[in-house]
C-alpha cells in the first residue's frame, strides 16, 4: 500500500513564503510523475506544478515565476516552494502522484494541506 503525506501548509501573509513538502511511502518500484493541485471552495481542482513521466514540468500561468518544485528522488519527496503569495492561492493543495506498484501504474493522492494567504 502507497501512501502520500502532505505538510507545510498553514496561513500566511500576503507576500510571504511556504513550503509544501509530499512524501510516498509503501512498496513503490518507481514514482513515474509526481506533482501538486489545488481547490479552493467553488473552483474546480487545477494543477498547480508537476513533475511529468516525460521529464518535463508543468506550472499553472497564475503560479509561475512564484512556485517552484524540485524533488528528492532518494526520499521519493516532492516538494513545492512558494514565495510572493497571493490571497488568491488560498486552497487546498493535494499532492499527486503516479506510482508503479508491482506489475501496475497507479494513481495516487494526499489528504490534503490547507493553504491560506490574508491580505
Known amino acids: 500500500q502507497v501512501q502520500l503525506v502532505e505538510s507545510g501548509g498553514g496561513l500566511v501573509q500576503a507576500g510571504g513564503s511556504l513550503r509544501l513538502s509530499c512524501a510516498a511511502s509503501?512498496?513503490?518500484?518507481?514514482?513515474?510523475?509526481m506533482g501538486w493541485y489545488r481547490q479552493a471552495p467553488g473552483k474546480q481542482r487545477e494543477l498547480v506544478a508537476a513533475?511529468?513521466?516525460?521529464?518535463?514540468?508543468n506550472y499553472a500561468d497564475s503560479v509561475k515565476g512564484r512556485f517552484t518544485i524540485s524533488g528528492d528522488n532518494a526520499k521519493n519527496t516532492v516538494y513545492l516552494q512558494m514565495n510572493s503569495l497571493k490571497p488568491e492561492d488560498t486552497a487546498v493543495y493535494y499532492c499527486?502522484?503516479?506510482?508503479?506498484?508491482?506489475?501496475?501504474?497507479?494513481?495516487?493522492w494526499g489528504q490534503g494541506t490547507q493553504v491560506t494567504v490574508s491580505s
Open positions: 509503501g512498496s513503490i518500484f518507481r514514482v513515474n510523475a
Open positions: 513533475f511529468t513521466s516525460g521529464g518535463s514540468t
Open positions: 499527486n502522484a503516479d506510482i508503479s506498484v508491482l506489475l501496475r501504474r497507479l494513481d495516487y
